[in-house]
Structures are given as structure tokens and as C-alpha cells.
């Protein structure tokens, strides 16, 4: 298998074509989503995981603030750091290939690739998505990684590959 097909195989996420519509702000609404990727609505946690999967499928991020997008309206939340969460991990082997491929807390499966990048912002590590959202990795993910990295004696950074490419982990 080529690694383009492989990548395209290992996505498996749900976005609502919200690049196509253009409906009016409406204002805010009181959702918000903690650090750990918890959504609340009025200050109280939202269990039902189905309705978090509906509001993430029309999530988006503008100039650093966030937005749930229907055709009929376009409603600002609030998100403390990043809406979503990497939870999970498990590399890929398919012949030359070795991929990596993160699960989010919602279920949302991406390799990590140029498409999808490890990005460390401030110290912390995170996976770019599409829609201008980003993923944060969990502590448990990102002592995983720290384990199994390619450590740069000379500057001290943990690379982590991921089939061509090489991902800074930061600074060990």
C-alpha cells in the first residue's frame, strides 16, 4: 500500500461541511469546554456523549475563537485551552510504513502526518486539525511518546516519527 493510501485510511472523523455555509452570528451561547476537553452547558458537565459528537461535527476555530456552524446560524463558545483531546495512540506498520494514529476524546481518529502535525505551543504538545481546531495530547499520550522518541543528545529535543515526517516533542 502506498503511504498516501495508508493516511487516507487511517482518518476517520465526522465535520459537517461547515466551510459551505455562511450563516449570521447569532452571539454566544453558555458552552464551554475546560482543559480537559469536558463540554458543559451552563456550568454543568455534558454527559451524552452523542450530543458532544453533534456539537464538535460543526465546531470550528476563527482568529482563535471558537464556533458551533449550522446553515442557520453561527454561535460563539467558550474554550479554555483546546476543544478537543488525544487519548489515544497505536502505530500502523503496513510494509516501509510506520504510522502513527491518534484518537481523540471524541472518538476522531487522524495520522499524524504534514496534514495533521504534532505542534508543541507554550511547552505543551498538540495535534493541528482541520477546521482551525486543535487537539491537546493527553499527559498519559505524551509520556508514551516521551518513551518511545528519538532524543537529540546535542539539543536535548525528542523527535517522534510518524511515517515520512519527524515531529519535534519539545525539550527532555
Known sequence: MQLEDLL???EQHQHAPTEKWHPPYCGEIPI???AD???HYQNSPIKRERLVKLFASVLVCEDG???????AEKVKISVADA???VVAWQEIADGDHSLIQVVTNIGSRYPLSADYPLVVVNGLPYVELDHGLRAKIHRNVYYQWVERAE?????GVAWLHSGT???ALGQI
Open 37 to 39: 476537553g469536558q463540554w
Open 32 to 34: 464551554h469546554i475546560d
Open 151 to 155: 532524543l537529540d543528545e546535542t539539543s
Open 165 to 167: 515526517e519527524r515531529f
Open 83 to 85: 476543544p478537543l483531546m
Open 8 to 10: 487516507k485510511s487511517l
Open 65 to 71: 475563537e471558537h464556533f458551533l456552524v449550522t446553515p
